[in-house]
T-cell receptor, first 117, second 113 residues
């Protein structure tokens, strides 16, 4: 069974640019969450999508956005990049039911490491 | 004060030692408690999860939850160099129809031969 796939794995951008990251969840998983991981703040929740709808959102500015497609694949976009956006962006899928996740278990991808110069 | 506090370490132990990793939290609404392991340049993977208070054992790993003290622990027996990784605690409770986990910052564990 294929795991969560994230692309690209590494990317370098300059301030002011925008970036789009992609995530393919485990087959059958309808919930996709995005996290930002930095040494100083740890894992911080960005947003969660379920059946193409954003169900939960973390405390990030509007420059961070996402979407989910009908096949459950998801993308996140960061516009007007800032130096502080340099981080590992992790996508996670889960067997969440409409009412809530089965156990809260998240299956993470290996992440997209973004460096902003 | 962050909702979940976790000492970042690093924690360095000799092979074969018993390792104790801990987290404290402030939100009494948390119901699910999880431990994830993250190797360098990899995504986190779930090790253990427990619901409410109590103990859970899986091989060399034991997870403990004390809701009265808002304190959770992960014990690793007979630690191995392959256990060297960052261990993240996570906890969740119902919010907006979904149990979004809140993570600790992670404790870096080094097991030396």
């Amino acid at each position: 069974k294929a795991g969560v796939t994230q692309t690209p794995r590494y990317l370098i951008k300059t301030r002011g640019q925008q970036v789009t990251l992609s995530c393919s969840p485990i087959s059958g998983h309808r919930s996709v969450s995005w996290y930002q991981q930095t040494p100083g703040q740890g894992l911080q929740f960005l947003f969660e999508y379920f059946s193409e709808t954003q169900r939960n959102k973390g405390n990030f500015p509007g420059r961070f956005s996402g979407r989910q497609f009908s096949n459950s694949r998801s993308e996140m976009n960061v516009s007007t990049l800032e130096l502080g956006d340099s981080a590992l962006y992790l996508c996670a899928s889960s067997l969440a039911l409409k009412q809530g996740p089965v156990s809260g278990e998240l299956f993470f991808g290996e992440g997209s490491r973004l460096t902003v110069l | 004060q962050k909702e979940v506090e976790q000492d970042p370490g690093p924690l360095s132990v000799p092979e074969g030692a018993i390792v104790s990793l801990n987290c404290t939290y402030s939100n009494s609404a948390f119901q699910y408690f999880m431990w994830y392991r993250q190797y360098s340049r990899k995504g986190p993977e779930l090790l253990m999860y427990t619901y409410s208070s109590g103990n859970k054992e899986d091989g060399r790993f034991t997870a403990q939850v004390d809701k009265s003290s808002k304190y959770i622990s992960l014990f690793i027996r007979d630690s191995q160099p392959s256990d060297s990784a960052t261990y993240l605690c996570a906890m969740s409770g119902r919010a907006g129809g979904s149990y979004i986990p809140t993570f600790g910052r992670g404790t870096s564990l080094i097991v030396h031969p």
